[in-house]
């Protein structure tokens, strides 16, 4: 049984720091592209980033570049999401996906329940 946990979201000041970190287990994890995704109260799920089995290809929403980052470590089986200068629209629920690259979410496999990021202004 696949399993997709994440897990470091809470509150946060504009101009903070989280990083946000996700568990898969029962799938070979390596194998698998991983994405992250947020949706906000009465919003459409939206992409944030992605990265590729091997970790050498990223990709990011337009919105986050340069304050998002996404890393893996395959060995540990857990993929991360870096989130600097935090913004109050950064304010949602993050999920983390497994099996997808690109920005759909209909590409994507397996997903977590989720962890609430909340920035305060």
């Known amino acids: 049984q696949v399993q997709v946990v994440e897990s470091g979201g809470g509150m946060v000041q504009a101009g903070g720091s989280l990083r946000l970190s996700c568990a898969a287990s029962?799938?070979?994890?390596?194998?698998?592209?991983m994405g992250w995704f947020r949706q906000a109260p009465g919003k459409e799920r939206e992409f944030v980033a992605s990265?590729?089995?091997?970790?050498?290809?990223?990709n990011y929403a337009n919105s986050v570049k340069g304050r998002f980052t996404i890393s893996r470590d395959n060995a540990k089986k857990a993929v991360y999401l870096q989130m600097n200068s935090l913004k109050p629209e950064d304010t949602a629920a993050y999920y983390c996906?497994?099996?997808?690259?690109?920005?759909?979410?209909?590409?994507?496999?397996?997903w977590g329940q989720g962890t609430q990021v909340t920035v305060s202004s």
């Open positions: 996906a497994a099996g997808g690259i690109t920005s759909a979410p209909r590409d994507y496999n397996y």
């Open positions: 990265i590729n089995f091997s970790g050498w290809i990223t």
């Open positions: 029962g799938l070979f994890f390596s194998d698998y592209n």
